[in-house]
Each structure stands twice: as structure tokens, then as C-alpha cells.
């Protein structure tokens, strides 16, 4: 199995702290992606990162990806208390089906 | 953005009925959907793939039988939960893809279901 495993499992910051989140996987992939879930909510994708690049950002968010390491990470720059949400990672190999993560619980307190 | 929508968004039924749960794609064509089930704190876990207008790929350990999906438009799939039981409850999680595969998939906002 190439599911991704997120750790910590659970994270609790202060508001405007940074939230960083990893990844880590079993076997090569063709892109990984994260998203972020609210509770008892469908998902939604926050950045694809493909194989082939290292790094991505898009607003407040910072993806790293090292395939040599078989791992990412998800960095939230100055968290704001609507961040709270469970972040997933979905590794997709030559299937492109998505084996997701069991996630990592972030609480921003305000 | 690309909107799924699926109904109900939450649903109590009791034990050995069956519940039909709807995933549509609003504004754009879906080539492949895809069914997930979530326990609480859990991640997600693939039930199936669907691809219109032809049966269904299942994952290992999913019962077809139990869990019938159907695609029967580039809009619209269903999950069928027949016979359903308490442990059945969960977070059921459909999600479109325009494309072949999931490399660009959208996902509903889920589907509550409960079994008394």
C-alpha cells in the first residue's frame, strides 16, 4: 500500500502561529495532493504537487515534496482560527487513484 | 469551480432497509466517480469507481452486492446501500472527476448516513 500517514495526528496552535503537517508514504508516486476537510464536511483540494517539483505555494500555504524521502509537508503560515480543519495527503501512483491519509486534526485557537 | 452536490445530506433509516445516496456533477461532465466511506477521525477509504455507462470497479473487501452503484449519466451515480445495518453508518464521500482517473476530482459534501 502507498497510503500516506500524516503525523502529528492532531495539532493545536494559537492564532498566527505557523502549522506545519507531514506526510509521509510507502512507494514512488505520480503526484500527491492535500486537502482539507471540515468536521462532517466533504474535502476540498488545497494543492496537487507532481513528482517531479519540490515545492509549491499557493497563499498561505507551503507544500514540499521529497521523493527521496518519501515523505511532504504541508505548511500554514499565520494561522487564523477559520484554519481549524483535518488536513489529508492522497498519493496517486500509476493508477490515479488516490489513497488518502487518516489525516492530521488542526485546532487554531483565536 | 467545479460543484458536486450530492443528497441527502444526511439520512436515518432502520435496520434491513435500503438508502439510495445521489452524486451529481453541477457544471461539468463527470467521466469517472468515485465512492468513499469515512468512520469518524478515519481517512477515507475508496469503495469504488464508476465510469458512465459501464460497471463499476470495487474495491477489495467492498460487497457489490451490498453497495450498488450505478452511473448512469456523465452527471449522475448512485450508491445503493441494500439491506442496510448499524454498521453501515458512516460518512459516505462521492467525488467527480472530468477526466479519466483522479489526477482532477471534485468532491461532494458527503452523505450522513445512520442505521437504528
Known amino acids: 500500500s502507498q497510503q500516506g500517514e500524516e503525523d502529528p495526528q492532531a495539532l493545536s496552535i494559537q492564532e498566527g502561529e505557523n502549522a506545519t503537517m507531514n506526510c509521509s508514504y510507502k512507494?514512488?508516486?505520480?503526484?500527491l495532493q492535500w486537502y482539507r476537510q471540515n468536521s462532517g464536511r466533504g474535502l476540498v483540494h488545497l494543492i496537487l504537487?507532481?513528482?517531479?517539483?519540490r515545492e509549491k505555494h499557493s497563499g498561505r500555504l507551503r507544500v514540499t515534496l521529497d521523493t527521496s524521502k518519501k515523505s511532504s509537508s504541508l505548511l500554514i503560515t499565520a494561522s487564523r482560527a477559520a484554519d481549524t480543519a483535518s488536513y489529508f495527503c492522497?498519493?496517486?501512483?500509476?493508477?490515479?487513484?488516490?489513497?488518502f491519509g487518516r489525516g492530521t486534526s488542526l485546532i487554531v485557537h483565536p | 469551480g467545479a460543484v458536486v452536490s450530492q443528497h441527502p445530506s444526511w439520512v436515518i433509516c432502520k435496520s434491513g432497509t435500503s438508502v439510495k445516496i445521489e452524486c451529481r456533477s453541477l457544471?461539468?461532465?463527470?467521466?469517472?466517480m468515485f465512492w468513499y466511506r469515512q468512520f469518524p477521525k478515519q481517512s477515507l477509504m475508496l469503495m469504488a469507481t464508476?465510469?458512465?455507462?459501464?460497471?463499476?470497479?470495487?474495491e477489495q473487501g467492498v460487497e457489490k452486492d451490498k453497495f450498488l452503484i450505478n452511473h448512469a449519466s456523465l452527471t449522475l451515480s448512485t450508491l445503493t446501500v441494500t439491506s442496510a445495518h448499524p454498521e453501515d453508518s458512516s460518512f459516505y464521500i462521492c467525488?467527480?472527476?472530468?477526466?479519466?482517473?483522479?489526477?482532477?476530482?471534485?468532491f461532494g459534501p458527503g452523505t450522513r448516513l445512520t442505521v437504528t
Open positions: 457544471d461539468f461532465q463527470a467521466t469517472t
Open positions: 504537487i507532481r513528482s517531479n517539483e
Open positions: 492522497a498519493t496517486e501512483g500509476g493508477s490515479y487513484i488516490p489513497t
Open positions: 467525488s467527480a472527476s472530468p477526466l479519466p482517473g483522479a489526477a482532477e476530482q471534485y
Open positions: 512507494t514512488s508516486i505520480n503526484n
Open positions: 464508476s465510469n458512465e455507462g459501464s460497471k463499476a470497479t470495487y
